[in-house]
Nanobody, 122 residues
Framework: QVQLHQSGPGLVEPSHTLSLTCTISSAAITTIGYYWSWFRQPPGKGLEWMGAINYSGSTNYSPSLESRTSISRDTAKNQFTLQLRSVTPSDTAVYFC??????????????WGQGTQVTVSS
């Protein structure tokens, strides 16, 4: 079974860039058919999809975050990274990485990282 492990700072200063990395084990990031997604959940709110990168490096972002978000990958390290620029305290949330699988019109997220609490504060 694929496992996802997250790493990165839990505290980011306002106006700086939030950066988190997800390391994949027991599966290759280049495996055909998979997308690799980032979500976040602010305190007291629901889960928000941020964006994803697929097996070939193609990216897709939430319109509300697209201007500040970049997702990249390192195939040699089997990792993908989230960067969220110009952060404010409203970006404080628990951030998750996940594997996204598509079955026709159905989308599932079948594997998840452990979550990272990121606080934006000076």
């Amino acid at each position: 079974q694929v496992q996802l492990h997250q790493s990165g700072p839990g505290l980011v200063e306002p106006s700086h860039t939030l950066s988190l990395t997800c390391t994949i084990s027991s599966a290759a990031i280049t495996t055909i058919g998979y997308y690799w997604s980032w979500f976040r959940q602010p305190p007291g709110k629901g889960l928000e999809w941020m964006g994803a990168i697929n097996y070939s490096g193609s990216t897709n972002y939430s319109p509300s975050l697209e201007s500040r978000t970049s997702i990249s990958r390192d195939t040699a390290k089997n990792q993908f990274t989230l960067q969220l620029r110009s952060v404010t305290p409203s970006d404080t949330a628990v951030y998750f990485c996940a594997r996204e699988v598509h079955y026709g019109l159905t989308t599932a997220h079948d594997s998840w990282g452990q979550g990272t609490q990121v606080t934006v504060s000076s």
